[in-house]
């Protein structure tokens, strides 16, 4: 009972964590605190402590946030976000909503077997239900499996942990296949 105990606790504690990496690499990208407050399901007032709390001198120019990065925990990320547009799409039926609920809760862990589980359905979903999900979904999966199979290309080490990075692809990657975009 109390390793369970520990590991609700550890899992709060890390998701404590990782919202603060994500409110302060968006405030970095110059994204507002109202926006960031909608996008993270936080009071405004709540934010803005989160902000002050971690603000150090003036934030750098904003820069603009694509989902044409190559490194491992993006892509895992934005695959992340479209199992969940699909799971979402296809009412719970499809086959990666188990997986999908799994990552969410912090039952399982973003490994390479995980990884690999989750592309594979994915890929299932995409194949058996080609007629009843936008085009947009199989184009953005040939994009990130394409990345996850090709070593990244030495680049700018990124400023936040892959962990916030992910959850940040994951969210984009979400809203961008809303708009249709």
Same mark, same amino acid.
């Given at each position: ?84 547009? &699909? /799971?979402?799409? %296809?009412?719970?039926? =499809? ?6 609920? !799994?990552? +969410?809760?912090? #039952? ?35 994009? &990130? /499996?394409?990345? %996850?199979?090709?070593? =990244? ?6 400023? !936040?942990? +892959?962990?916030? #990075? ?16």
């Amino acid at each position: 009972m109390f390793a369970a105990m520990n590991e609700v606790i550890r899992a709060g504690e890390e998701m404590r964590k990782l919202r603060a990496e994500m409110i302060q690499a968006l405030v970095r990208a110059g994204w507002t605190q109202e926006k960031i407050a909608r996008l993270t399901g936080m009071s405004q007032p709540a934010v803005s402590k989160q902000v002050a709390k971690y603000r150090k001198g003036d934030p750098p120019p904003p820069t603009t946030l694509s989902l044409d990065q190559h490194d491992t925990p993006w892509l895992e990320g934005r695959l992340w976000g479209l199992a969940e547009e &699909i /799971s979402e799409t %296809l009412r719970d039926t =499809a086959h990666c909503t188990r997986c999908v609920n !799994a990552l +969410a809760r912090g #039952r399982k862990r973003f490994t390479p077997q995980t990884v690999d589980e989750l592309r594979r359905l994915v890929e299932e979903d995409l194949r058996l239900h080609r007629a009843r999900l936008p085009a947009g979904y199989r184009a953005a999966y040939d994009t &990130i /499996s394409r990345g %996850l199979d090709l070593p =990244a290309k030495a680049a700018a080490t990124p400023t !936040a942990s +892959a962990s916030a #990075r992910r959850a940040l692809a994951h969210r984009i990657q979400r809203d961008r296949l809303r708009d249709g975009s």
